[in-house]
Each structure stands twice: as C-alpha cells, then as structure tokens.
C-alpha cells in the first residue's frame, strides 16, 4: 500500500469562477524562502512545540507506565481542558480501541461515578481544577499519574510525566501524556510516532508542492484571499475520524485565531467550523446551513479500506468529491493511505504543521495568548450569536 499523505489542489487551479489562479498561488512563492527558514530556525531552537517528538526511548518508558497502569486499574480516567482532551480523543477514537473515560471539569457526579478501586487517573497539568482532582485521586489512595511540563515529584506511588505540551489542544496530540493514553488503549504508539516522523521529513522540504504542509497553507491563504473564504470545514470519510475533524477545528482555531485584520477577509475564528462525517446529512449541513464564508477540507482515508462497510464508504466519498466538483465548490482533498496509526500520525503532524506554516506566512505568533485569547472571545462571540437566535416563550 502507498504509505504517502497525499495533498490534492489540482481542483482549485482553475480559470472559471469557483478556482484560484495558479500565477496567485506561485507569488506566495516570494516568501516561501524566507518562511522556510522561519521554521526551520524554530525547529532548531525548539520553538515550535510539536516538532519535539518523543523519540524511541521515551515511547518504550511511555509503553511500561502504561504496562503499570493497567496492571494496576483496569480502567483509566483523563482529566484536563476539553481542548487537550480533544487531542488525546482524536487518537484513541480515529483507530477505533478502548477508549478512557475523559474527565473536562469537576463535575462531582462524574468524579463521584469514577470512585473505585478499578480507575486510575492521568492528570493534564494546567487549570488548578485538575491539580485538585490529582489530589483527590491520591487521597482515595487510586493509581496516579500526573503529565506536565518540567520536573516535578511523582504522586505517592505514581508517576509523574514531562511533557511540556501534556494541557496543550493545538500540539497535545503528538506528546508524551497522548502516547501514554493511546498504549494504554492498546495503540500502536511506535506506528503513530513513525507516521509523524515521516511527514515530519517531508515537511523539511523547502519546495512548495513538495511540502504538504506548505501547499495546504499557502493554498488556503489564496483561498481566503481570491475567494474571500475563511473557515476551513472539514470533512472526513468515516465516523472513527469525527473527533479527529472536531480537534482540527480547534487547533487551526487558537494557532490562528488572531490573524482578524481591520480591512480583509483573513477570520480564522475556529468556532464557526463545522466538522464532521462524510454523509447525506452531514454534507447538507454544510453546504446549507454551515457559515457561507467555508471552504472544504476533504481528509479521505478510504485508500485500501476493506471490511464491513468498506465499500459503501468509498462510494459515498467519491459521490461526495463528484458533487463538490460539479457545483464547483472550492476544497482541498487530503488522502490517506488508510485509517491506522501510521497514517494518523501523519495526518495529525501535516495538519499541526500547516497551520504553524500559515502562521508565519500570515506573521502570526502561534505560541502567543493573544492567539490563544482571541480563539476563546470568537467562540464566546459564536455562543452569543447562537443565544441571540434561539427561539424565546
């Protein structure tokens, strides 16, 4: 099987209404050096955060604790921000195994529901919540570990995890907490680390059309700029990728959510994505009644799919691909090899990595609050709106 992630824009290089112009889409070309060198010096000194894979070494200590954990508890509970949380679903439900049971507040019936002798925990360092929960936890004498940043002492008869993207949404899901979630879950950790290293060495590349990453970005940027199109919504081919979709909404959200200018049409709000399941429903919502300033990102992993189902899911998804065509609405199509661990970690690397990318093409700090803190006022602002359009008595 081709193990490659394969980028398609050949449908937007188009003439007629609905496309952009290639001669566009090469003037980015003219920062392109520049950009490169931008990440690649980042890369260097450990700036951006995702591109620290945890190397061989680590995953096989990841592969023990997890060993302990299960030995110790047969069930596991997750506990931090939704966001970081959304990272670790993407993994455990895109490859289809057991999944913990996610804890994203302090909700006393839910901690309650979770008191027994069979949990262990793995606390996300962050929100002071969590660190309370940890506390507990230990207090009720369960199996313990807490993941953070730095060096810090274990919980009694614990394990204390370093991992200094452990509460981070944007780039969790390729970190040391997120590789002890999955093995724990029965994943192949060293397949999804291995598919990340391998696009990883793809987006090295400085050429445009050889570096995923950066032909999803500068192609969404002329997007946005040519077609005055914003909200990348994604779609994906299967139900086991719609947490995966659900994390990419938030992740381009707050690593771009302050690229809102005065004049313009650059909104990378994140909330106002719609993301989901390649399907008769789905598809009407988003072409009716999703926000009318989207384009579509289609991530099909139906390359080599056999099984149940198998071939009704390409069916659709070529359906899907010849409606978009014909009504010529404009998308990019991502194809994966297939849905497994290797390709996630591929996946999940090329979207982190593109969204970075266009950050610095865009001049946007990815790692800054104020990135962070405008993502959060957009999906306060998509609340307010919702509230304000709700029927009254």
């Known amino acids: 099987m081709n193990r490659n992630v394969v980028v398609e824009i050949s449908q937007l290089l188009r003439k007629e209404a609905g496309g952009i112009s290639r001669r566009r889409l090469l003037a980015g070309l003219g920062r392109l050096r520049e950009v490169h060198e931008a990440v690649r010096k980042g890369a260097d000194a450990g700036r951006w955060p995702h591109l620290q894979l945890p190397d061989d070494a680590q995953l096989a200590e990841v592969r023990r604790i997890a060993g302990e954990l299960r030995g110790r508890a047969s069930r596991l509970a997750v506990v931090g ?32 529901a979770l008191d027994s002798p069979d949990v ?18 230990v207090g009720q004498g369960r199996a313990v570990a807490v993941a953070g940043a730095g060096s810090h002492e274990a919980p ?54 050889e570096n995923p990453a950066y032909t999803m970005a500068l192609t969404s940027i002329n997007i946005e700029r040519d077609l005055a199109l914003s909200v990348p ?4 081919s299967t139900g086991r990728l719609e947490a995966f979709a659900g994390w990419l909404v938030r992740m381009q959200g707050a690593v771009l959510a302050d690229s809102v200018p005065v004049e313009g049409v650059m909104r990378h709000t994140g909330a106002a994505g719609v993301a989901g399941v390649v399907g008769d429903e789905e598809l009407l919502q988003v072409l009716l009644l999703g926000p009318r300033d989207k384009y579509i990102v289609l991530w099909d992993g139906t390359d080599g799919a056999v099984g149940l189902g198998a071939d009704e899911a390409v069916a659709q998804v070529r359906a899907v691909q010849a409606l978009l065509d014909r009504e010529n609405i404009p998308h990019l199509r991502v194809r994966l090899p297939g849905v497994d661990a290797r390709s996630l970690g591929a996946a999940m690397f090329l979207a982190t990595h593109a969204a970075v990318a266009a950050s610095v093409f865009l001049d946007v700090d990815p790692l800054g609050l104020d990135a ?18 709700a029927p009254t008595a």
Do not use: K
């Open 81 to 112: 921000q939704p966001g970081a949380i959304a990272a670790l679903r993407a993994v455990t439900e895109a490859l289809g195994v057991e999944s913990p049971r996610w804890v994203t507040s302090p909700d006393g019936v839910v901690l309650a």
């Open 120 to 137: 262990a925990w793995l606390v996300l360092e962050g929100p002071m919540w969590a660190d309370q929960v940890a506390e507990w936890a």
């Open 156 to 209: 009694p008869d614990g394990w204390w995890i370093t991992d200094p993207v452990a509460g981070d949404g944007r780039f969790g899901g390729l970190g040391i907490a997120a590789a002890l979630c999955a093995a724990w879950a029965g994943v192949d950790i060293e397949a999804v680390h291995l598919g990340a290293r391998d696009m990883a060495t793809a987006c090295e590349r400085p050429a445009l059309f």
């Open 233 to 236: 919504t994604h779609l994906v």
């Open 372 to 389: 962070v803190n405008a993502w959060y006022a957009a999906l306060e602002r998509a609340r307010t709106d919702v509230d304000a359009g």
